[in-house]
């Protein structure tokens, strides 16, 4: 069974930092895109870090690029999103997701749970 546990959120001042964790289970964490998705109040599901299995290249959306930044360790089946410089606006719930597939842009199968970010202003 594929699992995905995201933990890390919390509240946090404009300009600070927070690095968000999410442990996979279930697949082989290699042969999977695996990227982060986050939902703020009232507005869509916004990709904002996709990590492909093909080649590892990792994309980000505009609105975090050069902020943010995904990693993972394959050994322990983990994807990290250290965010730094956060602004009001990153105010989101953040997922984990992943898809077995080799390049970003597929819609994800597999969800975490979701953890709070909040940012003060």
């Known amino acids: 069974e594929v699992q995905l546990q995201a933990s890390g959120g919390g509240l946090v001042q404009a300009g600070g930092s927070l690095r968000l964790s999410c442990a996979a289970s279930g697949f082989t964490f290699a042969d999977y895109v695996v990227g982060w998705v986050r939902q703020a109040p009232g507005k869509e599901r916004e990709g904002i870090a996709c990590r492909s299995s093909s080649d590892g290249n990792i994309y980000y959306a505009a609105s975090v690029r050069g902020r943010f930044t995904l990693s993972t360790d394959n050994a322990k089946n983990t994807v990290y999103l250290q965010m730094t410089s956060l602004k009001s606006e990153d105010t989101a719930v953040y997922y984990c997701?992943?898809?077995?597939?080799?390049?970003?842009?597929?819609?994800?199968?597999?969800w975490g749970q979701g953890t709070q970010v909040t940012v003060s202003s």
């Open positions: 997701a992943a898809v077995r597939s080799r390049w970003c842009g597929l819609a994800y199968d597999y």
